[in-house]
């Protein structure tokens, strides 16, 4: 159990530039979730996956942010055409079943020039 | 819709003295989950606790001790005898079992705790 992995851990861009995030979820861990954080705020949630499946997307996640979990094993966080607001902590999760705790990983720190 | 509160932003103690972290929660369904996370400076975010509605037993391990009350939608967090490595943002967190799944997380916006010598 290596626990859940995301790379990279800080990025910088520039606005108007396309980002993306992997995830490595905790192993027999069948359900994968997304978090967004901002300074001084609690984690957000944007969007899960049971397997390679997207089941439900927050509103807050706009058309320019896409996710996939191809095979149901990693999962990416595509931000397209990346805006100030954008900049947060990424964070990703996984747990085993449905009704388990999250195991989160230390997050991918995004910020938008 | 749900909503979490954590009316307290931060928290300074002397080490050895306890401690209170208050949460306060909103929800329409009569099953739910809380759950509380520490986030050291690492940046993550750590299990702590869970309970369900259903389950209003206090609970203690070690230093630390929650007080799960529905009558007042409340959800508070004891740590005993405060060490410098307790230090850390605390959040308190409500899922819906409606929402179909236990894990999709509403979190309150966190109380930093700060343990000096």
């Known amino acids: 159990d290596t626990g859940v992995s995301q790379d990279p851990r800080h990025k910088i861009t520039k606005r108007g530039q396309n980002v993306t995030f992997r995830c490595d979820p905790i192993?027999?861990?069948?359900?994968l979730y997304w978090y967004r954080q901002t300074l001084g705020q609690g984690p957000e949630f944007l969007t899960y996956?049971?397997?390679?499946?997207?089941?439900?997307k927050s509103r807050l996640l706009s058309d320019r942010f896409s996710a996939e979990r191809p095979k149901g094993s990693f999962s990416t966080l595509e931000i397209q055409r990346t805006e100030q607001g954008d900049s947060a902590m990424y964070l990703c999760?996984?747990?085993?079943?449905?009704?388990?705790?999250?195991?989160f990983g230390s997050g991918t720190q995004l910020s938008v020039l | 819709a749900q909503k979490v509160t954590q009316a307290q932003t931060e928290i300074s103690v002397v080490e050895k003295e306890d401690v209170t972290l208050d949460c306060v929660y909103e929800t329409r369904d009569t099953t739910y989950y809380l759950f509380w996370y520490k986030q050291p400076p690492s940046g993550e975010l750590v299990f702590l606790i869970r309970?369900?509605?259903?389950?209003?037993q206090n609970e203690i391990s070690g230093r630390y001790s929650w007080n799960f009350q529905k009558s007042t939608s409340s959800f508070n967090f004891t740590i005993t005898a405060s060490q410098v490595v307790d230090s850390a943002v605390y959040f308190c967190a409500l899922s819906e079992a409606g929402s179909g799944t236990a894990s999709k997380l509403t979190f309150g916006t966190g109380t930093r705790l700060q343990v000096t010598l």
């Open positions: 996956f049971q397997n390679e499946a997207q089941l439900e």
């Open positions: 192993s027999e861990h069948n359900r």
């Open positions: 309970r369900n509605s259903f389950d209003e």
């Open positions: 999760a996984s747990s085993r079943t449905p009704y388990e705790k999250l195991f």
